[in-house]
């Protein structure tokens, strides 16, 4: 069941020429959250145990006070940050996790959600918290600190899972990786070749990343990075793992 | 590197020397039906891949004896081999070093740059468990260090009794030899194998200066 995200953002005029770059990214890391929260919410309808309904319930609502925490830091620096999670890019990441859902494959939910959308959360928000101004760059850096700390317990269940049948656990990542991971490669290109994302508020903001010390081409490494150490860390053998991020679209 | 394989014979870790071969490498990793990267963006995404096996080597002697081995790519971008990187290429020589170890490897030598970076500093490199280090240049210094005793033996010379002249022993090789056997001789004398100034005009260059002996008591 879809709920309706609805975060109210008072309008206040631009304050400073950075503004409008902190709003795309915010924007971005915005409909991330709540996606995120959708889709720990749909999660909780596959969990058999309340425990982890409960637990699910709960990441999803943290996932939301994130989304919250980015709008306010949108307001401090005069920006009306929106949020699109039917942009067409989130939306393709979203079908593949109710595709699991429909499934009713929890580790598939898991390896979606926290190895591949939080790979890409944690090393872009960490990136853009070393060089935004303030709280905003205070706030980016410590949701990224909380997004990494929430993967530790999901990777101590897909260990689990691996030890039980190695091969078939890789395929499956395999699978999914060629699924999500398609997807989230053509969104940290460095051009938007597939048109305008849908989430930028005019054009694409990745020419001016660079007004502000980042680059399209620095967050994607680091997510691409923080995602081939994930993959280590389940176990999964480095050469193969590079073959797969050597294949995805550039 | 995730995962660990058993019964490893060696290891080797190394790093592209341009980016050509870079390239190459990505090439192969990619498939023949992909199209090749732009340089552009091999230069942005390879400085963010974390060390790990490329590829696994098998390798045979005459006599039938075989040797299981992964080659370990530290991915040290080849436009960032000088001092201002030393550090970040440590750290990456390091976690291609844990590579090694946690797959299981008896043996590991470092190769290019890796060896030129932790070369006497061993100290640099993760705790080893039962895992051996070595570069080419101690391959090197173990050749010379047992041709020096075969030929002293076939030469009936008591190595106990000789005196060594070591020509080139400020190099990695030469002070590796002289290391080795100046506790096994009566007397070691060292010498640079160039006077500094012939880096610049090397026509005139004069045979070194005898600059030490050291004696055995």
Redesign the interface.
């Known amino acids: 069941m879809e709920s309706l995200i609805n975060v109210n953002c008072s309008t206040i005029e631009c304050a400073s020429p950075a503004a409008p770059i902190w709003q795309d990214i915010l924007a971005q890391a915005m409909t991330g959250e709540l996606i995120a929260a959708m889709n720990y919410t749909s999660l909780s309808e596959i969990c058999d145990d309340p425990e982890e309904v409960a637990d699910a319930l709960e990441h999803a609502e943290i996932e939301r006070g994130h989304a919250t925490r980015f709008a306010a830091e949108g307001r401090k620096i005069g920006v009306d940050v929106t949020n699109n999670v039917e942009a067409k890019h989130w939306t393709r990441l979203r079908e593949a996790f109710l595709r699991c859902v429909r499934e009713r494959d929890f580790i598939a939910c898991l390896i979606v959600q926290e190895i591949m959308l939080e790979s890409f959360a944690v090393a872009s928000y960490a990136r853009v918290g070393r060089v935004a101004p303030g709280s905003l760059g205070v706030t980016f850096a410590a949701i990224a600190a909380e997004e990494e700390d929430h993967v530790d317990h999901a990777m101590s269940i897909l260990r689990a899972e691996r030890a039980l049948d190695a091969e078939r656990f890789d395929e499956k990542v395999y699978r999914l990786h060629l699924e999500v991971m398609t997807t989230l490669a053509k969104m940290l290109a460095?051009e938007c070749k597939d048109g305008h994302c849908e989430v930028c508020h005019a054009t694409c903001v990745k020419p001016a990343l660079f007004d502000v010390s980042l680059s399209a081409?620095e967050l994607?490494?680091?997510s691409?990075?923080q995602y081939?150490?994930t993959?280590?860390?389940?176990?999964?053998?480095?050469?193969v793992?590079?073959?797969w991020?050597?294949?995805l679209p550039? | 590197m995730g995962g660990s394989v058993a019964n490893l014979d060696f290891a080797l870790i190394g790093h592209q020397e341009s980016w050509r071969a870079a390239a190459d490498v990505l090439a192969v990793l990619r498939g023949r039906e992909r199209t090749r990267l732009p340089d552009d963006e091999i230069r942005d995404i390879l400085p963010w891949i974390p060390p790990r096996a490329i590829c696994h080597v098998e390798v045979g002697s005459i006599d039938g004896a075989k040797a299981r081995g992964v080659y370990i790519d530290s991915f040290i971008p080849p436009d960032r081999l000088e001092a201002a990187y030393v550090h970040e290429n440590i750290a990456r020589v390091r976690a291609a070093a844990d590579c090694a170890i946690n797959a299981g490897a008896k043996i590991v030598s470092l190769g290019g740059f890796s060896s030129i970076l932790i070369e006497g500093n061993f100290d640099q490199l993760p705790e080893r468990k039962d895992t051996v280090f070595t570069t080419g240049n101690t391959l090197t210094v173990g050749f010379i260090v047992q041709g020096i005793k075969k030929m002293c033996m076939l030469e009936g010379r008591d190595l106990r009794k000789s005196t060594l002249l070591v020509v080139g022993a400020t190099g990695d090789v030469g002070s590796g030899c002289a290391r080795c056997l100046a506790p096994q001789v009566k007397a070691c004398c060292s010498t640079p194998a160039t006077k500094p100034d012939c880096a610049n005009s090397p026509t005139n260059c004069k045979p070194p200066e005898l600059k030490y002996r050291s004696q055995l008591i």
Do not use: F, H
């Open positions: 460095k081409a994607r490494g680091a691409l990075q081939l150490k993959l280590d860390m389940l176990g999964i053998p480095g050469e793992t590079l073959t991020v050597a294949q550039i």
